[in-house]
């Protein structure tokens, strides 16, 4: 899709293990709901950049856009307080917040557009098979945004 509109798009993912308090499926939820605001809320040639972090504690997800920002970011994720949007992405964004013990933070990021960020405390860690899987999700993920995959620096 990013191809399709000529919108720059970068991944930022450590290759660490990053195991949070949410089903595969409610974390690929939580990006597709982030990555889809960028594409339903910018112009089509708006660049964005995705970016997995880990901390000693955390993991951080974090999606910046170069788009208008977001209107009272304070209040951005009450659902329904927008003339424009229901505000589903970021309701979906803090829930998953909230389910793995986390917190989410909208500001204006320094791309100059909005800056959704989400911190989920790490969990124990998950066997291999698991790994293999969030590794071969990501890669779908990016396949289909279409966004070439760069590696965090450590």
């Known amino acids: 899709m ?22 595969e499926d409610d974390l690929a939820a939580v990006v597709d709901a982030l990555v889809g605001n960028v594409f339903r809320h910018t112009p089509p040639t708006t660049p964005f950049a995705v ?25 951005a994720v009450a659902r329904g307080q927008s003339a424009t949007s229901t505000g589903l992405g970021l309701d979906i964004a803090h829930r998953a917040a909230i389910t793995s013990q986390g917190r989410l933070h909208v500001e ?28 071969q999700r990501r890669s779908e993920l990016w396949r289909w945004y279409g966004s070439r995959r760069t590696k965090a620096p450590l």
């Open 51 to 75: 970016e997995v972090r880990r901390t000693a504690q955390t993991v951080v997800l974090t999606v910046d856009d170069a788009g208008p920002g977001i209107e009272a970011p304070h209040r």
């Open 108 to 135: 204006q990021s320094p791309m100059g557009g909005a800056r959704v960020r989400i911190e989920m405390p790490l969990c124990a860690q998950v066997s291999k098979r698991r790994r293999m899987r969030v590794r």
């Open 2 to 23: 990013a191809r399709q509109q000529d919108r720059e798009c970068s991944l930022n993912a450590t290759d660490e293990p990053t195991a949070v308090r949410l089903s």
